[in-house]
């Protein structure tokens, strides 16, 4: 079992920057594959950003809306999945969720429903 704390969420005008971190407790943050969702009123919640890790190497994947603007990382002697974002916009609006799953977990990194642990999500507003 994994329980994930999301914190960092709040309030910033366009063009603006913010950081989350995402807390993992229970089994080691290593032993899953980890991501960032969202989900804004009214709408489903979609992909943000994913990380891996297959031995030495670390692999990093984006939704086209956030590529170049949002950069995702993991300090796993910490336990703690980050979420750096910039030039942030009014529709980047949402709540976010931290999410992980196994490293033997199949499915696609960018489908929801491919991960098994979810946290509560924290409040992201960009105001215009």
């Known amino acids: 079992q994994v329980l994930l704390v999301e914190s960092g969420g709040g309030l910033v005008q366009a063009g603006g920057s913010l950081s989350l971190s995402c807390t993992a407790s229970?089994?080691?943050?290593?032993?899953?594959?980890m991501a960032w969702f969202r989900q804004a009123p009214g709408k489903e919640r979609e992909f943000v950003a994913a990380?891996?890790?297959?031995?030495?190497?670390?692999?990093?994947y984006y939704a086209d809306s956030v590529k170049g603007r949002f950069t995702i990382s993991r300090d796993n002697a910490k336990r703690t999945l980050y979420l750096q974002m910039s030039s942030l916009n009014p529709e980047d609006t949402a709540v976010y969720y931290c999410?992980?799953?196994?490293?033997?977990?199949?499915?696609?990194?960018?489908?929801?429903?491919?991960?098994?642990?979810w946290g509560q999500g924290t409040q992201v507003t960009v105001s215009s």
């Open positions: 999410t992980a799953r196994s490293l033997s977990s199949g499915g696609s990194f960018s489908r929801a429903g491919s991960y098994d642990y």
């Open positions: 990380i891996s890790v297959n031995g030495a190497v670390t692999y990093r």
């Open positions: 229970g089994r080691t943050s290593s032993s899953y594959n």
